[in-house]
């Protein structure tokens, strides 16, 4: 028999998908994919949500790290591996490395969060800090590798990894036969390549539909034969990736159905509705699938749609900054400047209007030694709870009405 070409799709199967199941069973979380009836409440589709924030690392990651790990001979367990991440690949490996008795050496760059950095250290492997970016780390990480004879762990592009990550869909259609579409959050490729051989060998009438952020379109480019960019500052870095997998790209053309992106706002709405409705944490990349349901409610309405929440590794201030923004875009939290006559009692008489109105006052700054203020003037800038939209305008309106002069505020605008 010929052998297979290196990215052939054809070498991703879905017997190696179950081979691959049965190899980590005990050793992974096979994780929950319940109903989610609040989301599908505001997106219009009967959504059904796969929990893989819940597994030890935070990240669906080590179903693949696991299986490329337990795929390695005696000989190459003892030279040790190497990898580059700045989040759940290192992560996943460190923590099977480490459990396997695997020398594990990740290279990541010096910007990665402290948080992730002593997450992976925590788990037994070595952490070498090189370069600001991924492909600098990788240019060390290639270093090392030939300096130490070290085997490599690739994050997607690794016919071992996409079996791994492809036991998420067996599960999901296993956990859910009737599920009409599965929506996958798409970095470099290997989730959704996995997921897609097995879903579409299992139900061939399934969709499965990746997701980018705008900034990161690089598989929608290999889709559908764009020119793409791919930069900037997302907060879905997990997705962030500027070279695609040759292998994933090419089982995608073949078994994926679709590729949409988000932006940046719909991500965090999707962040904060998994929060504040599902009551779990989903980083930027967790949440895309959820972002795409939300900006095309039109293309997955009545549909039963199984969304992979692939990772919950989100820095706490970064979410509690989402969570503030969110609620000042839903009009809940409404930052205002006030001009006032600097006289005693202003700020009471303010503060009792927005009380009377049940409103609540949580932030207050009083300004009145600028030079952009009048002498005999102040300026107040407040920041209040309302139960809506409808509410904060009201209590704006009752401010005027006594002769305020009110303007709204971004949350976290100051004086100049």
């Given at each position: 028999m010929t052998p297979l070409a290196a990215n052939d799709p054809e070498q991703v199967t879905l017997d190696k998908i179950r081979d691959a199941a049965a190899l980590i069973k005990g050793a992974v979380l096979e994780t929950p994919c319940l109903p989610a009836p609040r989301l599908s409440q505001i997106t219009g589709a009967e959504v059904f949500v796969k929990y893989e924030?819940?597994?030890?690392?935070?990240?669906?990651?080590?179903?693949?790290?696991?299986?490329?790990?337990?795929?390695?001979?005696?000989?190459?367990?003892?030279?040790?591996?190497?990898?580059?991440s700045a989040g759940n690949h290192a992560q996943g490996v460190a923590y099977h490395a480490g459990r396997l008795g695997i020398p594990a050496t990740i290279v990541m760059p010096v910007l990665t969060p402290f948080v992730k950095i002593a997450a992976t250290r925590g788990y037994g492997a070595e952490v070498v800090l090189a370069g600001n970016t991924l492909a600098e780390a990788k240019a060390e990480a290639d270093r090392l590798a030939a300096e130490r004879n070290l085997v490599w762990v690739h994050p997607y592009d690794d016919v071992h990894v996409i079996h791994g990550q492809g036991t998420i869909g067996l599960e999901m259609l296993a956990q859910q036969p009737d599920l009409d579409i599965l929506v996958v959050p798409v970095g470099g490729g290997g989730l959704i390549a996995g997921i897609a051989t097995a879903a579409k060998a299992i139900k061939p009438s399934v969709e499965v539909i990746g997701v980018e952020t705008t900034l990161y379109p690089g598989m929608w480019g290999a889709f559908y034969g764009k020119e793409v960019r791919c930069e900037g500052a997302t907060i879905a870095e997990g997705i962030a990736v500027r070279d695609i997998g040759l292998l994933t790209t090419e089982v995608v053309r073949k078994r994926v159905d679709d590729i949409l992106l988000v932006s940046e706002s719909s991500i965090e709405q999707a962040i904060n509705a998994y929060l504040t409705l599902q009551r779990t944490i989903a980083e930027g990349a967790g949440a895309a699938g959820l972002a795409a349901l939300l900006t095309n409610r039109e293309r997955f309405a009545g549909k039963r749609v199984g969304l992979v929440l692939c990772?919950?590794?989100?820095?706490?201030?970064?979410?509690?900054?989402?969570?503030?923004?969110?609620?000042?875009?839903?009009?809940?939290?409404?930052?205002?400047?006030?001009?006032?006559?600097?006289?005693?009692?202003?700020?009471?008489?303010?503060?009792?209007?927005?009380?009377?109105?049940?409103?609540?006052?949580?932030?207050?700054?009083?300004?009145?030694?600028?030079?952009?203020?009048?002498?005999?003037?102040?300026?107040?800038?407040?920041?209040?709870?309302?139960?809506?939209?409808?509410?904060?305008?009201?209590?704006?309106?009752?401010?005027?009405?006594?002769?305020?002069?009110?303007?709204?505020?971004?949350?976290?605008?100051?004086?100049d």
């Open positions: 924030n819940m597994q030890v690392t935070g990240a669906f990651k080590e179903r693949g790290a696991l299986v490329k790990l337990a795929s390695l001979t005696e000989a190459e367990k003892t030279r040790g591996v190497v990898a580059v990772g919950g590794n989100i820095d706490p201030r970064l979410l509690s900054k989402i969570v503030v923004r969110e609620l000042a875009r839903d009009g809940r939290l409404v930052s205002i400047r006030i001009d006032t006559p600097d006289r005693p009692g202003v700020l009471g008489e303010i503060a009792t209007v927005i009380g009377d109105m049940q409103g609540n006052v949580v932030d207050v700054e009083h300004h009145r030694l600028f030079l952009n203020v009048p002498a005999k003037g102040a300026t107040l800038d407040v920041t209040f709870e309302a139960f809506d939209r409808p509410h904060g305008e009201r209590i704006i309106a009752a401010l005027r009405e006594r002769g305020y002069g009110v303007r709204y505020l971004e949350i976290g605008e100051r004086m």
